[in-house]
């Protein structure tokens, strides 16, 4: 009898101690996959890595990627030649002068016609971080007017851009703008595309464009 009770009590934390074992969950092969590359889109040199399209003014000056209105007034773009489907992009703009432009995601161009969706930035009252859609559908998400005050117009600000999927998240300084769903956007997959926006006078400096693939 004491060698039984003996025996039990030797066999039994084993048995748990490997019962136990086997109920932890498995960790997920996402998660044991290391985070997406980080790189810079912008060498602070040159338009290596980018296309203009348009007549529109592009340039490097004291580090920082230019865009301004050209004698045509017109739409402009600069897009990269490298494509991304899902990421996390954060981008410095600086506006002066009227400051109309924008950042597409999952874009594509024949000329100056895009394809895409438009993460707007623009002077105050006219929905920076919100998203639209040109050709197509027009404005998807606007922002609650509230957040408009999440804009430092003549200043640095940092917008956010975040897309998995059919999941569109964008942040304007930190303030989060947009949160939406959109099933059009998840089968797509592009440039990411700076605009310049027709009319003339208008003038916005770039720097930091940093993305992580997710």
Sequence with gaps: MKKLLLLLLFVLPMACEQEATQSEPMQSEAAQQDPGETQSLFNGEDLSGWNIHGTEKWYVE????????????????LATEQTFKDFDLSVDFKQEANGNSGIFFRSSLEGTIISGWQVEVAPPGNDSGGVYESYGRGWLVQP??????????????????????????????ETPMVDFMDEKIGEAEGSIALQIHDGGGIKVRWRNLVIEEI
């Design 62 to 77: 004291n580090g920082e990627l230019v865009c301004e209105s050209g004698p045509d007034e017109e739409y402009g773009y």
């Design 144 to 173: 609650d007017s509230v957040k408009d005050s999440a804009l430092n117009m003549g200043e640095w600000n940092t917008m956010r851009i975040r897309v998995v999927g059919d999941h569109v998240q964008t942040w304007l300084n």
